[in-house]
């Protein structure tokens, strides 16, 4: 029973365009949450990391959002560039959980189109 | 600063065989982490150490084992290796949890 889903295994997205990546989850003990990105042949590097007291977080071109009542989290990439090509996984923790251990989605393959 | 190396970088194993996956960390971290990769199914956590000395099971720890030899390092041993341990194994360290630091990848066929 995967408690974190990431539902779209693909996103193909023009150059300039809004690249937008989704993820549920199921364990209502989360209470942060962060985002992910893998290059082929590399390990996965953090992106960006929201906790469960916001509802938004931004750095640069990559937001997150959270929507704790849906149990759904989103993040938008504006504007998508070629070199944001990579795997993202959504990943999730319970800081109760002993070894306070990420709980990863399936990831989501996104190709930015030049 | 070399952050969290991993070797081998590719190996391939007949079943039955066994073998070693090494993993150090130069950040001083106290927590260390095995996670394999499968197609579809993200990164699945095997085990981890959360503090020298201590090693815990996590989501998919059958046929390993594992030996937080001291805080930098943190290796994974196959016993009798199998087809269905063909993966994509990646070490990984954080200071709390949180937000973990990878390692490259050790890119495995068992056979």
């Known amino acids: 029973d995967q408690q974190v889903k990431q539902n779209s295994p693909s996103l193909s997205v023009q150059e300039g365009r809004i690249s937008i990546l989704n993820c549920d989850y199921t364990?209502?003990?989360?209470?942060?949450f962060l985002w992910y990105k893998k290059y082929p042949a590399e390990g996965p590097t953090f992106l960006i990391s929201i906790s469960s007291i916001k509802d938004k977080n931004e750095d640069g071109r990559f937001t997150v959002f959270l929507n704790k009542s849906a149990k759904h989290l989103s993040l938008h990439i504006v504007p998508s560039q070629p070199g944001d090509s990579a795997v993202y996984f959504c990943a999730a923790g319970d800081p109760k959980a002993a070894g306070n251990k990420l709980t990863f989605g399936g990831g989501t393959r996104v190709l930015v189109k030049p | 600063n070399a952050g969290v190396t991993q070797t081998p970088k590719f190996q391939v194993l007949k079943t039955g065989q066994s073998m070693t996956l090494q993993c150090a960390q130069d950040m001083n971290h106290n927590s260390m982490y095995w996670y394999r990769q499968d197609p579809g199914m993200g990164l699945r956590l095997i085990y981890y150490?959360?503090?020298?000395?201590?090693?815990d099971k996590g989501e998919v720890p059958n046929g390993y084992n594992v030996s937080r030899l001291n805080k930098r390092e943190f290796s994974l041993r196959l016993e009798s290796a199998a087809p269905s341990q063909t993966s994509v194994y990646f070490c990984?360290?954080?200071?709390?949890?949180?937000?973990?630091?990878f390692g490259s990848g050790t890119q495995l066929s068992v056979l």
């Open positions: 364990n209502s003990m989360f209470d942060y």
């Open positions: 990984a360290s954080s200071i709390t949890g949180e937000k973990l630091f």
């Open positions: 150490s959360a503090s020298e000395g201590t090693t």
